[in-house]
Every structure is written in C-alpha cells, then in structure tokens.
C-alpha cells in the first residue's frame, strides 16, 4: 500500500457524519487529522471554530508573484445508515476487487486528499502557492461556511477555485464540470382529525389526509413531467442549440444508464433527452412519504396526520429562494378543504455555471489529458454542491470542477467506493494542473 492510501485510510476511518451530534467530537478529529497532516507538508493552518462544525483553513506560500491555486472540498461524510446492507463496516476502509470501500471515499475525503498527496508529492517542486479550505457542514447544508468567506475574502485571495466533489463521465473518460444544480428542500404536514380514527366507524365520513398528501403530489407534475407551479420555469436559461449538439456527441448511452440502477424507464419531462433531463433542466422528486399504518399485517385506521418531503434541483438562473416561495404559494393552493397544512423549509442551494474556456480550463483539460491518456469531456451535473455559486459570487475567480468519483460510487448509500484507480489518477491529475497552471501564468 503507498503512503497516500494508507493516509487516506486514516483520514476514511474517523466517521465524520455532520448531521449526527453523536459525531461531533468525531468532527473534531478529522479536522484536527487534517490539520496536523497539512502542517507535516508545510502548510499554515488554522482550525476555525463555528458554531456547528469546523473549517479547515491552510495555506502554503512561496512569493507574492507565484500565481496562487485554491482548493476546497468538504471532510463531512453522510450518515452510512443502513448499516446492515454494507460489506464490509462504512468505517473500516478496505481495499477489495480494486476499489476503496469506506463512507467518504469518493464524497469527498478521497478527492479533497488526492489534491493533499498532489502537493506533498511534488515537495520544492510545488510552483504555486496553495489554499485549502475543506469545511465539515457540506453534507448538512447552508452551515457557516458562506460567513466565513465574506469575511476573509482578502487571505482567500486565489487566481482560480479548484474543487473535486464530481463525477467523471464514465470509467475511463475525465471530465470537467461546467455546472452543478441548485436545490430547494422542504417538508409538507398535514392533519385532518384530532386523533385517528378507526376506519369503520369514520370510513366514508372523515378526511384522510394520506389521500390529501396523494392529491397535492399528483398536482406537481403533468403526465408529461412538466412541473406544475406556476412561474417555476419562468428564469430557465434555455439549452443552447450548442449544448444540446455537444450533449448528443458524447459516449452516453441511455439504456445502459437506466440497466446499471435496474430501471426499466427513466420518465421525465417531455423534449428532452436524458442528460439535457439531469444536467440542465430543472426536477422535482418526492423523496419521502408518511402516514398510517407501515407495521405487519393490516390495520383498519384513519390516520390523523400525513407528511411527505420533496426535494427540486434548479438551474441557472432560477432563485432557489423564490422558487421556494412560488412552491409553497401553490402547495397552500392545491391543498384540498378540510386539512390544515404545515409547509416547514429545509434549506435552499444555489445553481452554478461557470466560463467554458477560462485559462485554468485549458490547463486542467491538458492535466486531465495526461493522466488518463484522452481529452476530458466538458460536462454538466444534476448535483448541487451550493457553495461554489457563494465562491463564483463573492470571489469572481475562474472555477475548475474537475471531479474523479463514478457514478457507480454509491454516494451517500451503502458501500460507497472509489476507485483505486481513480484516486491514483486523481493525485496525477492534481499535479499535472499544479504544473500546467503555474505555466498559463507565466
Ligand atoms: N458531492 C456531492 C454533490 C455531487 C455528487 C455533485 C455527484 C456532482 C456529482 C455533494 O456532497 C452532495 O451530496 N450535495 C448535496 C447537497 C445538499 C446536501 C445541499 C446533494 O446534491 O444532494
Ligand atoms: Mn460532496
Ligand atoms: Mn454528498
């Protein structure tokens, strides 16, 4: 094992879950790993207090003229729950078949160290300086982090933004990602009687707010997956005829798409291929549903409460904010009579997109290019990674989204990996840009 897997497995084994305050000392100690290791490779770091989890700053300066590179990735990991369909335990890294079996393995301890080992490899050749900033609330959203920047946007000062917390195309093919969507999340609760009721004396005569929940959630989508509320579409930035021709052009095969998660369709909205679907246009899912009875066997009962919680990724340049708005406005419409209703919000996220053919873009695409032996494509995901709209806003630096993880990777699922490979490549390809960069500027 090399010294830069077996680093990884150290930083993989501290289960840094944010959104459980069981792991908060947990989040203590991977900040700390990740600063006594940046400070091994001769970095300035300073651990930064908030008031949830921390953020790792660090920087490593050689002149006032070298062109300076910024990197950010999160050390936060989502909870691995459920425990008992893992292979082997989500917090006992193990190498098996090639690829690194741990949560946080390609979300995003595994990307955010591949650019670690990148700096430490190249020792007094390192031709940049270099900030880290690597925060622990990623995975839990909207946390201090945005803060943080507003008021240290002078120390951050960087010609470009690096960040690894993507996807590549497919096995094989790197990319670099031009955009990520934005997200707005919230909860519906909705009650009809004061208590249950059984469903024979009641049945024919009471609300059920199960069917409730049904009919507003039927009222979201048209049959042909158009988005119902109305002005949800209003600030979509068209596909240009461009995009469309690029997206067509790229080895993606649809069927093989839907076989590899065992879907036999993959519906959505009308007009629009699959990736035109999931990289730029906006969604709305339900991403969970509750109510009555879910035990064994049957019960014969009216429940008196109901809830479901949905999620929508947006793109540029819908406002996460208003969209927020404009959806409950039309979910305290469609709200059949009889039922009091609880719209309870669960954070929003910005969409992204960045210059197609800044300098630090066509560094990376020669870095990528030699590592894996063939052009990255230029990508788009339907992921959401919201800070980096905080970054492009308040910094105005180019950004280079060049992630390593596939979309096999089992994010926030059981038996996350990541390619061995892919790690390796990745450290490559961090070191090839530290090289290429520092040219561009010359
Ligand atoms: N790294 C992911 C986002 C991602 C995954 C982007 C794959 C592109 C390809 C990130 O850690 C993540 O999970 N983001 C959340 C955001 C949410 C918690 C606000 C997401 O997309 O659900
Ligand atoms: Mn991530
Ligand atoms: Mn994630």
């Known amino acids: 094992m090399t010294q830069a897997l077996s680093e990884l497995f150290e930083l993989l084994r501290i289960p840094s879950v944010s959104a459980d305050p069981a792991h908060n000392q947990d989040m203590k100690k991977a900040a700390g790993w990740l600063e006594a290791k940046l400070r091994s490779i001769g970095f300035n770091v300073e651990v930064v207090p908030t008031p949830n989890h921390p953020i790792v700053y660090a920087e490593k300066r050689l002149s006032d003229i070298a062109p ?106 790197p990319a670099i990602t031009y955009a990520l969507r934005g997200i707005a999340l919230l909860e519906v609760r909705l009650q009809g009687s004061a208590r249950d009721l059984h469903s024979g004396t009641y049945g024919g005569g009471a609300p059920n707010p199960i069917h409730a929940a049904a009919t507003m959630i039927a009222k979201l989508k048209s049959q042909d997956g158009k988005i119902q509320i109305p002005g949800f579409y209003d600030k979509v930035r068209p596909l240009s005829e461009q ?10 095969d649809a069927a093989e798409f839907a076989a590899a998660i065992g879907a036999s369709a993959m519906p959505g909205e009308a007009g629009y291929s699959l990736l035109e679907r999931i990289w730029a246009r906006p969604s709305l899912d339900v991403n969970g549903i509750w109510g009555g009875y879910q035990g064994e066997g049957s019960k014969t009962v009216i429940p008196a409460k109901a809830g479901f919680k949905l999620s929508m990724r947006l793109v540029p340049d819908q406002d996460p904010e208003a969209i927020y708005a404009l959806t409950k406005a039309y979910l305290e419409h469609i709200l059949p009579a009889g039922y009091s209703l609880e719209i309870l919000p669960h954070g929003v996220g910005k969409p992204v997109v960045t210059e197609l053919d800044s300098a630090p873009m066509q560094a990376a695409s020669r870095a990528l290019e030699k590592a894996w032996g063939r052009k990255p494509v230029f990508n788009r995901m339907g992921g959401s990674v919201p800070i980096v709209a905080d970054f492009q806003q308040l910094m105005n630096i180019p950004i280079v989204m060049m992630g390593f993880g596939l979309d096999d990777d089992n994010l926030h699922s059981p038996n996350e990996k990541f390619d061995l490979i892919n790690f390796e490549k990745a450290i490559e390809s961090s070191r090839n840009f530290l090289l290429e960069f520092a040219k561009t500027l010359r």
């Open 68 to 173: 300076t590179v910024l990197f950010y990735g999160h050390y936060d990991v989502q909870p691995p729950d459920p425990l008992v369909l893992w292979h082997t335990p989500p917090f006992e890294p193990t190498l098996r078949d090639g690829k690194i079996y741990a949560r946080g393995s390609s979300d995003d301890k595994g990307q955010i160290f591949a650019h670690i080992a990148a700096v430490e490899s190249l020792g007094d050749q390192l031709p940049v300086n270099v900030k880290f900033v690597i925060e622990g609330e990623e995975e839990v959203g909207f946390g201090n982090l945005v803060p943080w920047l507003e008021g240290n946007l002078a120390r951050l000062k960087a010609d470009v933004l690096v960040v690894s917390d993507s996807s590549m195309l497919a096995p094989g093919i």
């Open 243 to 252: 995009e469309r021709k690029l997206y067509h052009k790229l080895p993606f």
